[in-house]
């Protein structure tokens, strides 16, 4: 069962702020959530991760719900290089990572 | 830094047969993990390896197996190859003791099963 669920596709315009949601109903207290993203013949890039709180680095913003069970990932200003496949992972205390199918995100010019 | 790789970049495979691929982790890292990733899907976790021995094991059969060596590189082995084994294998690495906040990627081996 997946762990994770994403809409399967977005679209930005180039330097307009990404919100791309990510549902997790069976998170358990322990379990962190992770953001990586993946280019075209790449291995997925780590991209954030976050526990309980909103967390903030250079590539974007997580945003967790109260209840942890959705989170969001921000990305301030859309670039090209940005378009990739953004996926949400859980990870458990057991140091796996449950991919879910990812969102495609399209940056357009 | 020559970051996470893998070899070979790819294989062509059929079924019965077996397989090998190898991954060497990023520099100062100890931790090894292999995915499989499907056409179309996220990585699935296949185990992870750490002082030579398997810590973490997903849903995959007998049939995957692997290894870690002293410098910590490692290999997958897939024995009795079905079609659906056709996928990218990805390996990951992490270190610094126990930090698995950032796992960095390889760039996978494709391997194709007819």
């Known amino acids: 069962d997946a762990k994770t669920t994403q809409p399967n596709s977005m679209e930005s315009n180039e330097e307009e702020p990404v919100h791309l949601p990510c549902n997790h109903s069976t998170i358990s207290g322990t379990d962190y959530i992770h953001w990586y993203r993946q280019l075209p013949s790449q291995g997925p890039e780590y991209v954030i991760h976050g526990l309980t709180s909103n967390v903030n680095n250079r590539m974007a913003s997580l945003a967790i719900a109260e209840d942890r069970k959705s989170s969001t990932l921000i990305l301030h200003r859309a670039t090209l290089r940005d378009a990739a496949v953004y996926y949400c992972?859980?990870?458990?205390?057991?140091?796996?990572?449950?991919f879910g199918t990812g969102t495609s995100l399209t940056v357009i010019p | 830094d020559a970051g996470v790789t893998q070899s070979p970049t790819h294989l062509i495979k059929t079924r019965g047969q077996q397989v090998t691929l190898r991954c060497s982790p990023k520099?100062?890292?100890?931790?090894v993990s292999w995915y499989q990733q499907a056409l179309g899907q996220g990585p699935q976790f296949i185990f992870q390896?750490?002082?030579?021995?398997?810590?973490q094991r997903g849903n995959f059969p007998d049939r995957f197996s692997g290894h870690q060596f002293p410098n910590y590189s490692s290999e997958l082995n897939v024995n009795a190859l079905l079609l659906g084994d056709s996928a990218l294998y990805l390996c990951?690495?992490?270190?610094?003791?126990?930090?698995?906040?950032?796992?960095?990627f390889g760039p996978g081996t494709r391997l194709t099963v007819l």
């Open positions: 990951a690495s992490t270190g610094g003791g126990r930090n698995y906040n950032e796992q960095f």
């Open positions: 520099s100062g890292h100890d931790t």
């Open positions: 992972i859980l990870r458990t205390t057991g140091n796996q990572f449950y």
């Open positions: 390896y750490y002082e030579e021995e398997e810590r």
